[in-house]
C-alpha cells in the first residue's frame, strides 16, 4: 500500500475580543419621551391645543392680549363679541372657524391654568415649550396674573358639591300604644337634620336607626380610605 502522506494544519487564527451580546431595546425606549404638562393636569398637550398655539402665532401679541381680556370676561360670566375679534384678526386674515378656534384655546389655557393653580413662571414655561411665542406668553402674563384668583372663586361656586349637613336634633320617644296598634312598645327616635338650611323631620323605629348607623360608619369608614 501505498504511504500516507501528511499534510501540515494551518493554524487557527487567534481568538479575537470577546463582545457582550447586545440585548433588544424595547419600542418604547426608541420613542421620543411624552411631554407632560401641568397645565394639561399633568398629560401630553391636546394635538388640537398645538395647533391653535400655532394659529394664535399668526397675529400680534398687542392682539392676543386683547383676545385674553375678552376670554377672561366670557370666563366671568360676559359673553364674548365676536364681531370686536375679527377686527382684532381682521390683519392675519383668519377663517371665521380659525378665530373661534383660538377664543378656544385661550379659553382652555387660562381656565385651565387658575384651575390647576400655575404659577406665571411655569404658566409661561410650559406655553414656551408648547410653542407660543416669548412675546404672546408676555402679553397674556399680566391679564392671567389679574384674574386668576377671581376665576378660581368661581370655578368654586361651580363646582359639584353635596348638600351640607349644618345642624342634627335628635331624641327617642318610647311609644307604648298607637292609632295603628293597640300595643308597640319600642322606642322610636325623632329624627331633625338642617341641610343647607332647611330642616327634614323623619321618625324611625329601633332596627331602621340600627341600619342607618351601620351605613354610616361604613361610609365614613370608606371615606377615610380615599
Known sequence: APPRRHHPRTPLPPPGPCYPLLRARPLASLLPPIMRFKLCGGLDAPEWLLKEIEIL????????????????????G???NY???????????????????????????LSSGA???????????ELLQMGMPKEHCIAMSKPYKENKKVLQEIFARETLQLPRLDDIHWRV???LTSSEQ?????PVAQVQLGVDGVMHRCQVDGH????????????????DTV
Not at 57 to 76: D, M, P, T
Not at 208 to 214: A, M, V
Open 115 to 125: 384651575k390647576y393653580n400655575l404659577e406665571l413662571d411655569t404658566l409661561f414655561t
Open 57 to 76: 402665532s399668526k397675529i400680534s401679541s398687542v392682539r392676543v392680549k386683547f383676545l385674553c381680556k375678552g376670554v377672561l370676561r366670557h370666563l366671568q
Open 173 to 175: 320617644d318610647y311609644v
Open 78 to 80: 360676559h359673553e364674548i
Open 208 to 223: 331602621k336607626l340600627r341600619l342607618l348607623l351601620h351605613e354610616l360608619r361604613a361610609a365614613r369608614n370608606l371615606m
Open 182 to 186: 293597640s300595643t308597640v312598645n319600642e
Open 83 to 109: 364681531g370686536k375679534v375679527a377686527k382684532w384678526t381682521a390683519t392675519a386674515n383668519l377663517a371665521a372657524s380659525d378665530v373661534k378656534a383660538m377664543v378656544a384655546a385661550l379659553t382652555y389655557i
